[in-house]
């Protein structure tokens, strides 16, 4: 892969274009998926591939040809430089600086889960999916496991050779109970990390299936929510696509400068807003981190080489920077890149992607149940469910997976059907409580979507529990 | 590959499976795009893909492997690989042999255009640059993307089908921008030439002036008319939901439904192999693809049936080839305006979800334009809103339903819907 690489590498060198990345890819995926309590899918996937990126005359060339015969590499090499030339001078691209990268990186995997035997992995699915089954009322279930070994080698007509290899694991698991009339699900939701079996271990999916029987059917036959301006206390697993919607999204410099109208959307936000827009309360710090440990975004470099940074996108509540490419970097007034460049795979042009990021949690000793111990009327909300942002990314609705009527300080009463709907800098302003650093979770999305043609990306979001006041809740039967 | 290298391949990945059962599915396609943002070029692709899809089984359980070295010095690897993955499976209660021999597969030659296949460039800059060059003329930003691609796919399996079929596909869509002001327009073909873009990059540009200076909606009661890719944005999701299986597990709004009326008796859905956009003549299993009708003037005829659930349950099995129309009657989205005496026009719909997929409630967003009608005129633009609702109560109140226009999927019309009251949520 690496010969493949830099022999396109000198390819282009002797071309001349000014500016040349060649990536290579290798993906493996596996994929045990139980539905039904059967074995739905027993899989391997592998995808190979070259991207070619060019700069010629300030504008873009890209082309990319799956496997890894040389012939089909030199003619995506030749279809990249004969396409930019074609642009004439409508890219304007200009790059921002990086030193020479040159390196190796490898994601952390204790267990390796490509060696743990394929009867392993049916037997605990099995066990997991019978659990969820036992009741007759649950009508439907998914279980799965989902493994992916990532290798990368980019090189560049400027000397960058970047080598990195990742492991992915993710578990998967939901029941769905139809009682009276109604279909209700629950979910595991934390998603993948880079990381290997270990993960898996962790994540408890071998207890889940009774968990998630007994609570679909706790929801299936809740009261559904009531409805009016009522405070709310979210945990991490909910939190990370609120914030994934409503401050990664917006937070991307290509929506800020337009090139994401057409598909993804705009942003409410502007260049001059970095450093003084209020985004929500004092309490509030979002920490970007392609550093993070188990991070599904934390790659190394990006797909340009930038290597993984860490910064904040708010502090105390002040918007800081957009998160920028190698392009959208100058461009957004900044020297350097956050490296938020991504591709799906090598037959994709790399983008601006959000990183991983987090509401930073304190060390303070509260518990979830101190910050609901002040709320008179309010909802507890656990897990993902109903999503819904418009393309400016202010105005949102959202639902969850788990819901409990707070009365009086305490958890009174199972509910369903919750939505609630705020604007993005009124609802980080309503924070005013965040429980301990102990409770902090993650969730680790792989299906971001963006771009056109779409692409599909990944990145981990985390939160403590956390407590909003005064919030819109409505009914959603 | 041409059809004859692509059948021989596909046939040989079966051979080298080597088990008693084995379906291949061989796709080739190649994709060339130029996007675009704040009026300057941001993407310039032209992607070329393989991929082999190999499925094995032993009569009562299966494997799969995809992978994309197409060579075929490397199928006896590929078929090893799968031999392995499916001796660590385990017996499937549902496992279904391949589709007996014989099949008869619909031919569909209108799906090709030999000149879009070729996926050259200069047309792709050439509308580009127009676009571009209209908006900065206009002192607008554009954003969009116009492409062009193939796809072929080549099917065998060991019970001795094997069938071929390919397909081009063009597309020009963008938003312009003033301020907050903004239209947009989404062109869909089979090929290149039939994309009227001089039309497209007029129309676009006069509507962004009608969207300047837009006011928050009143709360009151206002027909909807929906412009075709609205429509579209709405209806996809029948089809994501339209399942006999979900039906049958009480888990869907269709549950117990079949053969009930739904909605409007001038809602008819269906899928046809020739219409205005072509659908595909088999699916990854090797079932051939027929004319279906999903809805009939109201009453819920069909639902995709996987082939397990329709020897279960004795329904046919069918499936969604990728081809979705609803039926309409005559206008244009300015007919359908002129008869309309309090209403609101959308252009377009994002970020539509499930609320509750039981009852098929969704929310959503409109964008890029939505204006107040007064006395069949529009009399001024409106700021974008959140709305809840049922698209089967919707379809139960249709007024008026326009020409059809080709979209992503399938032909859509224009629809004038009764009053809804503002605020669209509870």
Redesign the interface.
Known sequence: MKQLVQRAVEILNDIGVDYGDVRAELIRTENTDFRNA????????????VGIRVLVGG?????????M?KD?VD??VE??V???R???S???VELAPLDIQQGVYSGPCEIDPFEI???DK?ALL?KASDEMMKDPRI??SFAQLWFEKRDRIIGSTRGDLIETDLVFSQPALMA?A?AG???QSRALQDGARIAGWEWIEKSGIGSWGEKAREEALMKVLADESP?GEMDLILDGLHLGLTMHESVGHPTES?RA???????A??TFLDISHQGNLRYGSDMVNFLADNTLPYGVATWGWDDDMVPGKKWYTVKNGIFQEFGSVRETALLMGKKTSTGCCRAMNA???P?NRQPNFYLEPPENGVTPEDLASDIDHGIWIEGRG??????RRE?F?F?GDLFWEIRNGKKVRPLK?V?Y?SRTPEFWGSLDGIADKKYFRTMGLLTCGKG??MQSARMTHGASYSRFRGIEV???? | MTKQEMLEFAEAAVKAAGTLDAVAVLTESR????????N????????????LQLTVGDGE???????????INALPGIAS?ARG??A???P???YMSPVPEGQVYPVIEDAWDESTSQCH??PR?EA??LV?DTAAENDL?A???C?MGYEKIALATSTGNLVAHRSTSSGL???M?KGLA?S?IALNGTSWSELNTNSAITSVTEQVKLDEGAEELEPGDYKIILEPQATWNLLMFLPWVMSAR?AD????VFSGMEGKKLTGENFTLSSSLLGGRPGNPFNGEGLPAEDVVWFDRGILRNLPCDRFTAKKTDRPPFFVPDTVDMAGGHGTVEDLVAGVDRGILIRRF??????????L?L???T?DGVFLVENGRIVKPLK?F?W?WRPLELFSNMLRVGTPERKAAGMVPPVVFSEQHYPF??
């Open positions: 059967r074995l739905d899918d027993c899989r391997t996937v592998e995808t190979e591939g504008s873009w060339g890209f082309s990319a040809c799956t496997g015969n089909d003619a995506a279809r990249a004969d396409i930019a074609a642009a004439g409508r890219g304007k035997s394929r009867e049916i099995h009508k439907n769905t139809v009339g109604d279909a409805s290509d400068l337009g090139w994401e109208a057409n598909m959307g705009r037959q994709c042009f983008i109903s999503f819904s942002i418009d393309q105005n609705q639902g059907k939505i709907r056109e043609p409505g009914g959603g039967k | 994709n060339a795009s130029v996007r675009f943002g704040q300057r070029i941001t993407q310039n692709l032209d992607v070329f893909r393989r991929e359980k299966q494997a799969t492997v995809n992978s994309q070295k197409i060579d690989e993955l499916l660590t499976s385990v499937d209660p549902e460039a200069a800059m580009v640059g571009i930003l954003a969009g993307i492409r869509s963008f938003t921008d903004s947009y979900a597990e009480g888990t869907s994002w970020y539509i979800r499930f609320v509750d997929q039981k009852t409630k929310t959503g967003m964008r974008d959140r809840n949520t509870d």
